[in-house]
C-alpha cells in the first residue's frame, strides 16, 4: 500500500435498482421549456443500422475499406524511370512502410477500379545528406510497381 491510497476515493456499489432508474432515464428524454417555448428532445431508441447499398447496374459503390486505401497509396512517383514504365503498362507508387503486397493490390483495386496482375515491392534506402559539417540520412521508404493487363490504364499523370 501506497502513501497516497488513503486519499483515494473508494466506490460505493450501486444496487441494480439505481441503474436500472438510469438507464430508463437515459431511453426516454421529457420535453424540456425554454422562456415560454417549447423543445421536445427525441426518445433514444435502438434502431437497426441500415443495410449496405446495393450497385447499380454499371455504378461503383465506394467500399469500407477505400479510406485505409489512402493511407496506404501515399503517391504515385512521377520520374523518368517510372513514365518509361508506363509504355510497358506499370506503374509505380510511394507506398507505406509496413504495406505488402496484397494491401496494394486492394488498395489499386478500391482507388482505382482495376485488377493488378503483379506487385513488385522496393524497399528504398534513405540517401546520406552532408550539408557542411552537418551529416544526416534521409528516412527510408517503401516503393511499389504495380503491373496491369493491356486493356486497363491509370490516369494518374494528367496535368504533369
Same mark, same amino acid.
Given at each position: 500500500?501506497?502513501?497516497?491510497?488513503?486519499?483515494?476515493?473508494?466506490?460505493?456499489?450501486?444496487?441494480?435498482? %439505481?441503474?436500472?432508474?438510469?438507464?430508463?432515464?437515459?431511453?426516454?428524454?421529457?420535453?424540456?421549456?425554454?422562456?415560454?417555448?417549447?423543445?421536445?428532445?427525441?426518445?433514444?431508441?435502438?434502431?437497426?443500422?441500415?443495410?449496405?447499398?446495393?450497385?447499380?447496374?454499371?455504378?461503383? %459503390?465506394?467500399?469500407?475499406?477505400?479510406?485505409?486505401?489512402?493511407?496506404?497509396?501515399?503517391?504515385?512517383?512521377?520520374?523518368?524511370?517510372?513514365?518509361?514504365?508506363?509504355?510497358?503498362?506499370?506503374?509505380?507508387?510511394?507506398?507505406?512502410?509496413?504495406?505488402?503486397?496484397?494491401?496494394?493490390?486492394?488498395?489499386?483495386?478500391?482507388?482505382?477500379?482495376?485488377?493488378?496482375?503483379?506487385?513488385?515491392?522496393?524497399?528504398?534506402?534513405?540517401?546520406?545528406?552532408?550539408?557542411?559539417?552537418?551529416?544526416?540520412?534521409?528516412?527510408?521508404?517503401?516503393?511499389?510497381?504495380?503491373?496491369?493487363?493491356?486493356?486497363?490504364?491509370?490516369?494518374?499523370?494528367?496535368?504533369?
Amino acid at each position: 500500500m501506497g502513501i497516497f491510497d488513503r486519499f483515494l476515493k473508494k466506490k460505493q456499489p450501486e444496487k441494480k435498482e %439505481v441503474k436500472e432508474k438510469k438507464l430508463k432515464a437515459k431511453k426516454e428524454a421529457v420535453p424540456v421549456e425554454k422562456q415560454g417555448e417549447k423543445y421536445s428532445t427525441l426518445k433514444m431508441k435502438a434502431e437497426p443500422q441500415p443495410e449496405a447499398p446495393k450497385a447499380a447496374k454499371g455504378k461503383k %459503390v465506394k467500399k469500407a475499406g477505400s479510406e485505409k486505401s489512402f493511407q496506404i497509396l501515399i503517391k504515385p512517383l512521377i520520374t523518368e524511370k517510372a513514365t518509361n514504365l508506363v509504355a510497358l503498362n506499370k506503374y509505380a507508387f510511394k507506398v507505406k512502410k509496413t504495406a505488402n503486397r496484397i494491401e496494394v493490390k486492394k488498395a489499386i483495386r478500391d482507388l482505382y477500379g482495376v485488377e493488378p496482375i503483379k506487385v513488385n515491392i522496393i524497399n528504398e534506402r534513405g540517401k546520406r545528406i552532408i550539408y557542411g559539417r552537418v551529416k544526416g540520412k534521409k528516412s527510408n521508404w517503401k516503393k511499389a510497381i504495380i503491373t496491369l493487363n493491356p486493356k486497363d490504364k491509370l490516369e494518374i499523370y494528367e496535368g504533369v
